[in-house]
């Protein structure tokens, strides 16, 4: 190890119960001089053996844990361990079963803090998003060829989150082969196209894979709107259930001109069956709400509003802000389908926000359903904060 960090009193609770993170204002000493990026040993204020990670001074997270079996040395076969483990979970609990893409590794929620990796057929798509995986970003690569055997990696980190970490990110790289300009998976017996050189987070929302089925089962004989719609996932599942329409909405020419190949990949007709608009999802809302259009299903699916703390006021105003237009939307007896992927905006937030909507819009709602996001992107119990996708499916009266 290369040094030592100290924690005051009362901040080796969250420790001792296996919490992955300790901030900077936990720590009182540093021993041994450890750089950025560096493992470290964790102990109390009595020196007494707590835990292992890897260390950043630039971060609000001082340390990331990797292990509390001090005999765990953080080395090659420790990498491996965790990323077979990881996949093995994926197994267990049949991910694979009717789908060619699957999140393999996420983060703090299968023990390996800051790295991300999804399967897209034979390709994997990579986040490296702290320092400390960054440090290990050689051997993890050879770890994932040889126990995966993709055709390629393509490095997607999010350049937000290596902001955070002090780091910086450049286009898309590739080891191995490059892929084509749009990989084909399949979910649920559906065709989507991902580009996985450009796009959004690692190239298709494979966090909302149930939810898409959830909402579809209410989608037969609707008029569907589907805000914030990037490729067009919901409208695709929404149509083969029996949705009459779908408009699909997002400020990417680029995203809706992949809806329609999607579209067509399925055998819908997008010049008839659905229409994609581009434009700020606010604005197109309200004009809607003022041309009296109205819809029997709307799906809000936006990109994260508060990605810190200081950003949580603002998100929560236009998390209402949508959910009011959306509801003057809605057809009697429309619904709406809602979602949140704010980490900081919890459960209880989201609801509270979505209820201060339904007041505003004079909207009677029925919540019928509570959504979350798919198994492969597991929750510790000691890590709530892995928690982060949160949905309601509500009833308009």
Same mark, same amino acid.
């Given at each position: 190890m290369s040094g030592v960090i100290k924690i005051g009193a009362g901040k080796d609770r969250p420790v001792r119960q296996h919490h992955p993170w300790i901030f900077s204002g936990a720590v009182i000493d540093t021993e041994g001089s450890p750089q950025p990026g560096d493992i470290v040993d964790v102990v109390d204020p009595h020196g007494e053996w707590l835990a292992r990670g890897y260390f950043n001074p630039r971060s609000q997270i001082v340390v990331r844990i990797l292990t509390w079996d001090r005999d765990e040395q953080i080395d090659r076969s420790f990498w491996a361990r965790r990323l077979v483990a990881a996949a093995a979970m994926r197994d267990a609990i049949g991910v694979s079963q009717g789908a060619t893409a699957w999140r393999l590794v996420f983060a703090e929620s299968d023990l390996l803090p800051g790295l991300i990796v999804d399967r897209y057929g034979d390709w994997l798509s990579v986040q490296y998003l702290t320092l400390g995986v960054e440090a290990q970003r050689g051997v993890l690569t050879e770890l994932m060829r040889e126990l995966w055997a993709p055709a390629g990696i393509v490095d997607r980190s999010d350049p937000v989150a290596r902001r955070q970490e002090g780091m910086t990110t450049g286009p898309a790289e590739v080891?191995?082969?490059?892929?084509?300009?749009?990989?084909?998976?399949?979910?649920?017996?559906? #065709?989507?196209?991902?580009?996985?050189?450009?796009?959004?987070?690692?190239?298709?929302?494979?966090?909302?894979?149930?939810? #898409?089925?959830?909402?579809?089962?209410? !989608?037969? =004989?609707?008029?569907?709107?589907? /805000?914030? &719609?990037?490729?067009? !996932?919901?409208?695709?599942?929404?149509?083969?259930?029996? !949705?009459?329409?779908?408009?699909?909405?997002?400020?990417?020419?680029?995203?809706?001109?992949? &809806?329609?190949?999607?579209?067509?990949?399925?055998?819908?007709?997008?010049?008839?069956?659905?229409?994609?608009?581009?434009?700020?999802?606010?604005?197109?809302?309200?004009?809607?709400?003022?041309?009296?259009?109205?819809?029997?299903?709307?799906?809000?699916?936006p990109p994260k509003f508060a990605r810190s703390?200081?950003?949580?006021?603002? /998100?929560?105003?236009?998390?209402?802000?949508?959910?009011?237009? !959306?509801?003057?939307?809605? /057809?009697? =007896?429309?619904?709406? /389908?809602?979602?949140?992927? &704010?980490?900081?905006?919890?459960?209880?937030?989201?609801?509270?926000?979505?209820?201060?909507?339904?007041?505003?819009?004079?909207?009677?709602?029925?919540?019928?359903?509570?959504?979350?996001?798919a198994p492969d992107h597991p929750v510790l119990l000691t890590f709530p904060e892995g928690e982060y996708l949160k949905g309601l499916l509500a009833r308009a009266a």
């Open positions: 080891v191995g082969q490059q892929p084509p300009e749009e990989v084909e998976i399949s979910e649920d017996g559906l #065709r989507f196209p991902v580009n996985l050189l450009g796009g959004q987070k690692t190239g298709f929302y494979l966090d909302q894979r149930l939810n #898409r089925s959830i909402v579809a089962r209410h !989608a037969a =004989g609707r008029r569907v709107l589907n /805000a914030f &719609s990037f490729t067009g !996932a919901f409208a695709v599942h929404a149509l083969r259930a029996g !949705a009459v329409h779908v408009t699909n909405v997002d400020t990417s020419h680029d995203a809706l001109v992949g &809806s329609e190949v999607a579209l067509r990949l399925n055998g819908f007709d997008p010049d008839v069956q659905a229409e994609a608009i581009v434009g700020d999802v606010f604005q197109v809302l309200r004009s809607y709400r003022d041309e009296g259009r109205q819809f029997d299903l709307v799906i809000l699916d703390k200081a950003e949580l006021e603002p /998100a929560t105003r236009g998390y209402k802000d949508i959910n009011l237009i !959306a509801m003057k939307l809605l /057809a009697p =007896g429309g619904l709406l /389908a809602t979602f949140s992927c &704010s980490g900081l905006v919890t459960s209880d937030l989201f609801q509270k926000i979505v209820f201060g909507a339904s007041v505003d819009a004079g909207r009677t709602m029925q919540v019928v359903a509570r959504m979350t996001q």
